[in-house]
């Protein structure tokens, strides 16, 4: 069931067409723009954004999204930033922000959809760009970290370009998906924990586990290294 209300036809896989005068640069300074626009609307703080599949395909990739969104919510000081899409998005914005709210704390998130989309029913969704193709390179620029569960296209496009601009993503690889695709068997940084790392491929590892060690990466990559 969707829970965001799109006043115009639009779905996640739109394409984005280039027009003949819109050379790279050009649009290159758009999502920029387009960014610059996102962040002055966000709390200040922390950013995490969540990407990933816009349906839950694992046994339990949805238990292990509500069980880490309840887990980081724990976070004062953490803003969470998804697409606003079903899935991985608003199922980690559901738990997030109801854990942020039985805990009377400000719910800091954040969703981004292209302008026209109406609002999800928790947190702030926030206009980025005129389609998906614009909302998918504006996600990839307004993180400190990002943690990727399942995912498919649409989640390879926002993680390309998170790991151009420098962001560590973090990839639930049990989930398969292209978290799985992209968990590599070493740690992208120093500061991350090989045994947590290896967690997040652990088919076997139980969820609490799991939660434990991106929780662990989490606080090395924004909190330890500062």
Not at 41 to 65: E, H
Request: hydrophobic share 40%; with cysteine.
């Amino acid at each position: 069931m969707i829970r965001c209300r799109f006043h115009k036809n639009l779905n996640a896989s739109d394409g984005f067409v280039v027009r003949p005068d819109e050379s790279e640069r050009t649009m290159n300074d758009h999502y920029e723009t387009e960014t610059n626009a996102v962040l002055r609307q966000i709390s200040p703080g922390p950013r995490l954004v969540v990407i990933g599949s816009t349906k839950f395909w694992g046994a339990d990739s949805g238990r292990i999204c509500e069980a880490i969104a309840m887990d980081l919510a724990s976070m004062d000081d953490l803003v969470a930033v998804t697409g606003g899409m079903d899935g991985v998005g608003l199922t980690f914005g559901q738990y997030f922000a109801a854990t942020r709210i039985k805990s009377a704390k400000p719910e800091k998130l954040f969703h981004l959809l292209p302008r026209g989309s109406g609002p999800c029913e928790s947190g702030v969704t926030i206009g980025a760009g005129f389609d998906f193709q614009d909302r998918r390179e504006v996600l990839g620029r307004i993180g400190q970290i990002y943690l990727m569960i399942e995912g498919g296209p649409g989640t390879e496009h926002e993680a390309e370009v998170a790991v151009l601009k420098g962001f560590p993503v973090i990839p639930v690889a049990r989930t398969g998906g292209h978290a799985g695709a992209f968990h590599r068997p070493e740690p992208p940084s120093p500061g991350i924990p090989e045994e947590h790392w290896r967690t997040l491929a652990d088919a076997g590892a139980p969820i609490e586990i799991v939660v434990e060690s991106v929780r662990s990466i989490v606080r090395s990559i924004l909190y330890d290294r500062n």
